[in-house]
Nanobody
Framework: QVQLVESGGGLVQPGGSLRLSCAASGTIFKIYNMGWYRRAPGKQRELVAVITDVDITVYADSVKGRFPISRDNAKNTVYLHMNDLKPEDTAVYYC??????????????WGQGTLVTVSS
């Protein structure tokens, strides 16, 4: 069994910063892509940022330059450093990872979500 556990969400004022963390645990042979998605109220889930196992990064245009993504492979953890937060960044943020759990088995795993609220 593999799971992702997120932390770091909360309430922040516009212009503020937060760091989200997501740690993978369980039977892990290798972690490929790790990333963050979000679902704002009344909207569909959207990609925020992804980092591959060779540190290639992809960002949504709306967060490019504000939300750098990084990972610590020794800790099986991915981070989203959220800077200059705006009210439109308010959403539930979900961690996602593609994980090899056996010699011939890959799983796509989702975290439970963490709420980020940007408001004065």
């Amino acid at each position: 069994q593999v799971q992702l556990v997120e932390s770091g969400g909360g309430l922040v004022q516009p212009g503020g910063s937060l760091r989200l963390s997501c740690a993978a645990s369980g039977t892990i042979f290798k972690i490929y892509n790790m990333g963050w998605y979000r679902r704002a109220p009344g909207k569909q889930r959207e990609l925020v940022a992804v980092i591959t196992d060779v540190d290639i990064t992809v960002y949504a245009d709306s967060v490019k330059g504000r939300f750098p993504i990084s990972r610590d492979n020794a800790k099986n953890t991915v981070y989203l450093h959220m800077n200059d937060l705006k009210p439109e960044d308010t959403a539930v943020y979900y961690c996602n990872a593609r994980i090899r759990t056996a010699v011939d088995r890959d799983l796509e795993v989702w975290g439970q979500g963490t709420l980020v609220t940007v408001s004065s």
